[in-house]
Each structure stands twice: as C-alpha cells, then as structure tokens.
C-alpha cells in the first residue's frame, strides 16, 4: 500500500522529518510525494464516485465554499479506498504522525471521518481561506492534525486548485499543487490558515478530488487556540487583502454562541430529527 523508500520504516521517516515538520513555513506542515504504491492509489481513484450525483454526500455552497464532500460514516469508501483510510487510522500509522508532528498528547482517529472522507470540487469551486474548527462536533475532542491526499492526473496549472497555506497575519503564504499520489499534513490551530480560494477552472468533465483525514486528542496546549470562550467550535475564514465575502450566517452564529450551548443544541436537534 505504501511507496517507502528501500529499507526504510514508517517510524525511520518520522524520526527523519520531524525537525522538517516542525519548522515549515507559515507553519507546521510536511508535502510527501509518491506515497502510496501507485497501482494501488489508481484503484482508489477508480472507486471515487461522482459526489455531485450521489445522495450520500454533502454540497457546501455559499460565499465561503463551493464543494461536495462524503456525510458522517464510510458509506461512499469502497473497498480499497475503506482499506487505505482504515490503515491511515491504523495504530502504525498514528504512530508515525505522533513522532512527525510532534504531538505530545496522544493522537485519536475519527472513524465517523466527521467532515472528512472524500471531497470533490467542480469547475467554479473553492474554499476560501480559513483556520479548520478544533473540536469534534459529537466528541468535542481536540483536532490536532489534518491529513489530505490528492488524486488528480495530469492537473496543470491553469485549472487553479492549489492549496494556499498562510501565515496568522496573511502576509506569507505557500501553494502546494494538488497532483496524484501527493500528500499534505499539517497541525490545526486557530492560526493554521489555508484554502483553495480562487475559483478552480477545470473542464466541465474534470474535478478536483481528495480524501481527508483528522486526528484528535484529550486536550491541547492553550496557546493554540485564539479564544478560549469560542473554543474551536466553528471554522474561522480570513479575507484576503483586498478580498471581500460575507460569513454565512450560522457558522457566525455558532462563532458567537457560549460552548457550553451548542452541545445541548445539537443534541435536541437530533431528537427532534429522530421523532
């Protein structure tokens, strides 16, 4: 499944790169190419529906986002895609981002993949620039680290759909093209802003597609979140210079909203929805 170099372990690649990880610019962050065994990733890329045709994924549209990603759960993953997250969510593999990230509060996986899994964007999509919301919505676990693969052939430079990391105060900024076989991981913080904020200009009959992965912990050094009060509990956007958008007006609302409300919410939302 793997693409390691001759000899070479897991744990070995950790050890080697942590210094690497830690001191990337504009923050933590590590690209590996050719990962994964490439016959393997085909079959993978093979498997991956068309999300905008299938009942079982979710359309983001509005001014901060315009994409498809999977529901809750592994329902879309077939078999060698549920193979390859599974082994990713592996104690071996956890291990390694444990050594690499420098995580020193046990990692936990999200088997559910809670606003990963698969993402596909068409022609038009984007992500605007933002910090990803640091607490599992049904666990309120800590997220930590944020895994991305991507599965785009021949992806050129005209189609857009780079992933841009930036610094806090959006001055220094990193783009990383979203080729086949290439993988990003990087720690989440209310400071580790990044996108896809232009428009992606593919063909009609081309999309953008990735699988996601985020891992938790029981806790999280305080100096990582902006505001103890707001705690995570929502995505933080940031306009560019010269950028203009509106938030959508629940995420503002969550924003706002005291922790402690938004659990009881959103258990007396899903009583209602079973009802």
Known sequence: MLNLPKGKTLKQIANENYLKYKFAEPFPHIIFENFFNEDYLNIVLKEFPNLADNQDSILHKGSTDFKYASKRGDFLQKKYTKSLLQFLNSSEFIDFLQ????????????????????????????????ADFCKHPETSLDRRVNLLIFLNKNWR?????????FDKNMQNSKKISPNFNKIVIFNTTDFTFHGVPDPIQCPENVSRKSLALYYFSNGRPKEELRDILFEGKSTIYKRRPGENFKMDLKKLIIKLMPPII????KKIRRKLIKK
Do not use: A, M, Q
Not at 157 to 165: A, E, F, M, N, V
């Open 262 to 265: 938004y659990p009881i919410l």
């Open 99 to 130: 050594t690499i990230c420098g995580v020193s509060e046990p990692l936990i996986p999200d088997p559910h993949f809670l606003g990963g899994g698969l993402h596909e964007t068409k022609r038009g999509g984007f992500l605007k620039v933002h």
């Open 157 to 165: 430079d005209s189609y857009k759909g780079d992933l841009t990391l």
